[in-house]
C-alpha cells in the first residue's frame, strides 16, 4: 500500500475514530509522558522524546491477573484476554516496537505464553519515526535498529512538518490505514524519498555507539573478571534499568488471597532486586550487585543472542539517562570489549 | 569550592592509611555533566576523584549499603574503617545512623565537604539540553560556570540550585574528621512554606493530587534503596513468606507502599532529597517526608541527624510529651 498523508490538523479526528478500539497513547500525567489508555485525544502528547515507562506494558503488564479462585473450590476463574479487545498502541518510538519483536521470540520458544501472544495478536502497533534522536544516549543504530525501523510496527508515522507520512508495513497496518482512510490524503509523490533523507540525517545524529562484534561470544569468558565487581560497586539495587528496559521480560507468579479469595497473578520482576534468585533454602547463587550485573549484561548481550540470535537491547538509553549513580550500559560494554 | 589538588592529596593519605580499607568519593560520570561515586582502594586511584557542584549523590547511602559475604572458615573479616566524602546534607545521614547505632564512629572515617549547593541535574540537562561531551561545572560566588562542548557558559546560581540546597540549614558537615575546605556559613533557611501551601489543601484535593502521583509508581524501589536511612538488612517489602507487602502494582498497593515508607522515615529523614531525585516517575516524595520533618520539628523541638549522641526521636518518651494531635 501508498505512502498516505495525515494532516495534523486532522489527528484528532483520526485518534476519536480509533478510540472505537482499546487506543493506547502517550499522555502527559504532570510533566511525564505515560503510555495511557486514552478516552479523549486531547490527552494524546505526540510531541514527545520517548516515554520513561516504555509500552511493553500494553502487552506485558506490569500486574496481570492469570485467574481467580475461591479456596477450597477447584473452579478457576480464567483470566480471558480477549475482553480487552481490539487495541491499537500509536506513536510509539521504533525502537519500542522493535523491543516488542524481540520479546516476542521469548514469548513463543518453548512455551507459547498464551496471554502475551494473545493480547500482541489483537494488538495493531502504529509508531512514530525519530525525525531527531530523542536523546543524547540513544544507541538504536549500534543493535540493529534505526530511528525510522520498521521491525515490530504495522504502521509507521513519520513528521514532514504539517502533516504525518503514514505507511502500512503489514496486513494489520494496511487494515488500520484502511479504517483510517476518510481522514488520510494521497501523499506527495516524492515523500518517500524525503523519508529515506530524513532517516539517515536522524541517524547522523546519534552520538553514542558500541561494536557490539564479538561481545556475546567474549561475555561468557568474562564470568569471573574483576570488571564486574567495579561497574556494580555504586549499583543500588534497584529496578530502575530493568523495568523501565523496553526487552526486559522477567516476571514473578504469586497468589493474593484474602477472605479465602484470591487471584494468581504475574508481576515484572528484576534480576537486579536481592530476592530474585532466593532458593526456598535460602541460598541466594547472585547473592550480590556483582553477579546480578553480570547477568543483566549478559542476558542481553550474551544469552539472548545465543539463543535467539538478536541482542535483547535495542538502544533506547533508558537504563544510562536514569540510574541514580551513572551506570552506564555503554561504558560497561567497552571495558568488556577492553577486558 | 574545595581545592581538587587538596582533596586529591587528603585522600591519598587517607587511603594509604593501614586501618582504611576504601575511600568512597566522586569522580567524573561518563557523559555530559554527570559525576558519579567513585570507590577507591590504592592510592593511584585516587587522581581521578572530584568534587563539583554536579556531585548530588549522598554518599552515607553506602556505608549501609554494602553487601557482606560470609567470611570463609579460618579467615578473618576486614574490620578496616570506610571512608567516605560527604556534603552537610549527607553527613546527617551518617549523624542519623549512627544515632541509631546502625554502626559505631570509628567505623567510618569522614571527609567532610563543606557545600555551597549542588546542581538539579534536571534542570541543567534542560537548560543545555544534548551535551554529550564531557563537561565541567563550578560555582564562582553566585554563578554557576559550565563547559558546554569547549565553551565557558555562566547561570545565575538559583536558576540551576537544587532545590534542597535553596532551604539547607547546614552547609558544613556536622560529623568529620577531616573538612576538606573553610566552613561555609549557613546561606538558606526553612520556612516551609511548600508543606505550608499542602497542608492548606482539602483532604479530597490531597488524595486527588496523590492518586495521580502514585498510579504512575512503578515500585522500581530506587527511593528506598538510595535512602540512606533505608538501611534494614531483612525489608519488610522483600519478605515473601509472609508477604506483608504485596508486589502487584496498582495505586492502591502503591499508596500503601509510600505511606508505609513516609511512616518510617518519620522523625529520621535528614532531607538529602536522594528518593525524589532518583524517582523516574517524578514522584514529590519530599513533600510527604517533609511535612513529617515540620510535624517533629514542631511538635517535639526535633531535627533528625544533627547530634551523633542525641537519642533516636521515636525511642525517647517523655511524659510531658505533645499528643494533643492523637485521636
Redesign the interface.
Known amino acids: 500500500m501508498a505512502v498516505k498523508k495525515l494532516s495534523k490538523d486532522k489527528v484528532a479526528d483520526a485518534l476519536k475514530e480509533l478510540s472505537k478500539f482499546r487506543l493506547i497513547a502517550p499522555a502527559k500525567s504532570d510533566e511525564v509522558v505515560v503510555f495511557s489508555e486514552i478516552t479523549d485525544p486531547e490527552e494524546v502528547c505526540l510531541d514527545y522524546g520517548n516515554s520513561t515507562v516504555p509500552p511493553k506494558k500494553v502487552v506485558f503488564p506490569q500486574t496481570e491477573t492469570l485467574f481467580r479462585f475461591v479456596v477450597g473450590n477447584p473452579e478457576l476463574e480464567e483470566k480471558n484476554v480477549e475482553e480487552e479487545g481490539t487495541t491499537v498502541i500509536f506513536g510509539l518510538r521504533p525502537c519500542d516496537a522493535r523491543a516488542m519483536a524481540i520479546v516476542d521470540k521469548l514469548f513463543s520458544w518453548d512455551y507459547e505464553d498464551p496471554y502475551y501472544l494473545k493480547r500482541r495478536q489483537l494488538t495493531t502497533v502504529v509508531g512514530m519515526a525519530c525525525v531527531e534522536p530523542p536523546s543524547m544516549n540513544c544507541f538504536c543504530t549500534s543493535v540493529g535498529g534505526s530511528p525510522f525501523g520498521k521491525e515490530g510496527l504495522d504502521l509507521l508515522l513519520t513528521d514532514m512538518g504539517d502533516y504525518f507520512a503514514v505507511q502500512a508495513l503489514t496486513e494489520k497496518g494496511e487494515k488500520l490505514q484502511e479504517t483510517l482512510s476518510s481522514h488520510l490524503e494521497e501523499a506527495p509523490a516524492d515523500d518517500e524519498k524525503k523519508v529515506e533523507e530524513m532517516e539517515a540525517a536522524s541517524k547522523g545524529k546519534i552520538k553514542r555507539s558500541i561494536d557490539t562484534q564479538g561481545i556475546p561470544e567474549k561475555l561468557p569468558g568474562l564470568w569471573d573478571n574483576e570488571l564486574w565487581k567495579k561497574v556494580s560497586a555504586s549499583c543500588l539495587g534497584c529496578g530502575i534499568c530493568t523495568f523501565l528496559c523496553p526487552t526486559c521480560h522477567c516476571f514473578d507468579i504469586q497468589d493474593e488471597v484474602e477472605s479465602g479469595e484470591g487471584r494468581r497473578a504475574r508481576m515484572w520482576d528484576s534480576c537486579m532486586f536481592s530476592e530474585y534468585t532466593v532458593h526456598a533454602s535460602g541460598h541466594n547463587p547472585r547473592p550480590t550487585r556483582r553477579e546480578r550485573t553480570r547477568n543483566r549484561i549478559s542476558h542481553k548481550y550474551s544469552y539472548y543472542p545465543k539463543r535467539f540470535e538478536v541482542i535483547a537491547c535495542v538502544g533506547c538509553g533508558r537504563c544510562i539517562n536514569l540510574c541514580p549513580v551513572n551506570i552506564d550500559i555503554l561504558d560497561i560494554l567497552s571495558q568488556v570489549v577492553d577486558a | 569550592m574545595v581545592n581538587q589538588d587538596k582533596l586529591r592529596e587528603i585522600a591519598k593519605e587517607v587511603i594509604s592509611r593501614e586501618d582504611v580499607r576504601q575511600l568512597i568519593g566522586y569522580r567524573p ?4 555533566f ?4 567513585a ?1 577507591v582502594t590504592s592510592p593511584e586511584e585516587t587522581d581521578e576523584l572530584i568534587f563539583t557542584p554536579a556531585c548530588v ?1 549522598n554518599l552515607a ?2 556505608i549501609t ?1 554494602e ?1 557482606r ?1 560470609p567470611v570463609p572458615r579460618g579467615q578473618e573479616p576486614d574490620t578496616r574503617k570506610v571512608a567516605v566524602m560527604v556534603k552537610g546534607c549527607d553527613s546527617r545521614a551518617l549523624v542519623q545512623q549512627m544515632e541509631e547505632k546502625a554502626y559505631e564512629r570509628d567505623h567510618i572515617v569522614v571527609l567532610g565537604i563543606p557545600c555551597t549547593g549542588v546542581v538539579d541535574m534536571d534542570k541543567v540537562e534542560a537548560r543545555f ?4 561531551e564531557k563537561g565541567e561545572i563550578s560555582l564562582e560566588g553566585d554563578k554557576f560556570l559550565l563547559t558546554v562542548d569547549g565553551k565557558k557558559e555562566e547561570v545565575p546560581k538559583e536558576e540551576l540550585l537544587a532545590d534542597k540546597c535553596k532551604r539547607c540549614r547546614y552547609p558544613t558537615p556536622l560529623v568529620f574528621d577531616q573538612l576538606l575546605d573553610e566552613e561555609v556559613a549557613r546561606f538558606a533557611d526553612d520556612d516551609y512554606s511548600d508543606v505550608t501551601e499542602l497542608e492548606k489543601r482539602s483532604t479530597e484535593e490531597k488524595w486527588a493530587y496523590w492518586e ?2 502514585f ?2 509508581c ?5 527511593c ?3 535512602c540512606p536511612m533505608c538501611y534494614c538488612e531483612d525489608c519488610v517489602l ?1 519478605r ?1 513468606q509472609p ?1 506483608w507487602m ?5 495505586v492502591s498497593e502503591n499508596t500503601a507502599f509510600h505511606i508505609a515508607r513516609a511512616y518510617h522515615l518519620a522523625g529520621r529523614c535528614i532531607q538529602c532529597g ?1 528518593c525524589q ?2 524517582c ?3 514522584i514529590p516524595l519530599m513533600e510527604l517526608n517533609r511535612k513529617f520533618y515540620k510535624d517533629v520539628e514542631e511538635l517535639y523541638d526535633y531535627e533528625p541527624g544533627t547530634k551523633v549522641e542525641a537519642e533516636p526521636l521515636l525511642a525517647t518518651f517523655k511524659v510531658d510529651d505533645r499528643e494533643d494531635f492523637i485521636l
Open positions: 560520570g561518563t557523559y555530559g554527570r559525576a558519579r561515586p570507590f549523590n547511602t553506602y549499603l553487601e559475604l539540553p544534548n551535551v554529550l495521580k502521583k498510579s504512575r512503578i515500585r522500581c524501589y530506587s528506598r534503596n538510595v522483600d515473601l508477604q504485596r508486589r502487584s502494582v496498582d536522594e531525585r532518583v523516574p516517575v517524578e
